[in-house]
């Protein structure tokens, strides 16, 4: 809903288009759920994109309804609106659902097609760690309200990796599944979580997590999915092929990288030949020197690269625009910039300028639209 014109303008754009990767769930329910992110005629229930582990893990994420089979994820609000059709339709295809929707689709009766009936647990269900089943791996991993008690229910339940307390590098106490998959009859493959999507605290950057989670999707898949991004925690990922074949890569970052602030001759490197690129400061800006060079010497004082990093911060981003002009004659970007200076901040707070910004930068999208159809055909 709060980002519908960002997706009516991609599939005004590209209407071929076939995103890849993991897919949310996109389906009709009851009415009142906000705006389609591809179709604005078909109304569903807006899942929280800017949460899900999979986008922060670098995974591309896909837009697509059940009947387009693939990889889907499933939680908590896509139960709430899916019908019992939809979601035996769902559990037909390859299934990653989470601790929050396992409860619910229990409490529905869907258990035998998970492998495992989902509860909140009682009072013994308390632990200090996830292992993989075979010993590979290890993570540090704390019990809250939202994770799982999964109990196997059928035949052929495979546990990846289970819940365990006391010493998780020596032998530690099973305590419950934390990772199990599953064929059902319906010839679904269902991987159930004992913790829910969204939880997107630090200990779901750690390294180990990251591994457990992945090895896991890797095997739901039946081959290692494409990673858009390999480190993943700092980049948001779509990735679509278009009707030509040819690749259509967005990617949202969300770090200060001193030194990469315009990734573009990364893109160029990777064989992206039409990249289109989006700057939030109107044409002939120059970053100047950050006036917190004092400060930070001070609080960065142990991380001397940092410091230096960000002292030359504003000679590399020039030189990135520069050569961003450089292409731009060339004819290979088309770069999108503010017609003015943004009336916002770097952490506004007031949701009616970060509309006025919103709209600013629609109507420069609009007025650009066919210029963009053009270099992206």
């Not at 991987?191 to 890797?218: E, T």
Request: hydrophobic share 40%; charged share 25%.
């Amino acid at each position: 809903r709060d980002y519908r014109g960002f997706y009516d303008a991609i599939h005004d754009l590209v209407p071929g288009i076939r995103w890849q990767g993991i897919s949310g769930v996109v389906v009709r329910p009851r009415p009142g759920f906000g705006g389609h992110p591809v179709h604005n005629t078909l109304p569903i229930y807006p899942p929280r994109w800017n949460t899900p582990i999979e986008a922060i893990y670098g995974l591309p994420l896909r837009y697509d309804g059940i009947e387009t089979g693939g990889l889907f994820a499933m939680r908590e609000d896509d139960v709430e609106v899916l019908s019992d059709a939809q979601i035996e339709s769902l559990l037909a295809n390859k299934v990653v659902v989470d601790s929050l929707a396992a409860r619910k689709l229990t409490a529905r009766g869907f258990a035998p097609l998970l492998g495992v009936e989902a509860s909140e647990g009682g009072a013994d269900f308390h632990f200090s760690c996830e292992v993989a089943a075979d010993g590979s791996c290890s993570n540090g991993f704390l019990w809250d309200e939202s994770t799982a008690f999964l109990k196997p229910v059928a035949d052929g339940v495979e546990v990846v990796a289970n819940f365990c307390r006391g010493d998780r590098f020596g032998t530690p106490e099973i305590v419950a599944p934390s990772h199990t998959l599953f064929t059902n009859r319906l010839g679904g493959r269902v991987a159930v979580l004992g913790w829910h999507l969204d939880l997107v605290f630090h200990k779901m950057y750690r390294p180990m997590r990251r591994k457990l989670y992945l090895a896991l999707l890797d095997r739901l898949n039946g081959s290692p999915l494409e990673m858009a991004v390999e480190s993943g925690e700092q980049e948001f990922v779509r990735h679509g092929v278009l009707a030509d074949g040819s690749e259509l890569v967005a990617v949202t970052r969300l770090s200060i990288d001193a030194d990469d602030s315009i990734p573009l001759r990364h893109f160029q490197q990777l064989g992206y030949t039409r990249n289109m690129v989006v700057l939030t400061q109107p044409k002939g800006f120059l970053k100047k020197r950050t006036r917190l060079m004092p400060i930070l010497r001070v609080m960065c004082r142990k991380q001397p690269a940092i410091v230096s990093a960000m002292a030359r911060r504003h000679e590399m981003y020039n030189a990135q625009l520069a050569y961003l002009q450089e292409q731009e004659q060339l004819g290979n970007i088309l770069l999108i910039h503010p017609a003015d200076t943004l009336p916002i901040g770097r952490t506004e707070q007031n949701a009616k300028k970060m509309h006025l910004v919103y709209d600013m930068g629609r109507a420069e999208a609009e007025r650009r639209l066919q210029e963009i159809r053009n270099f992206l055909a």
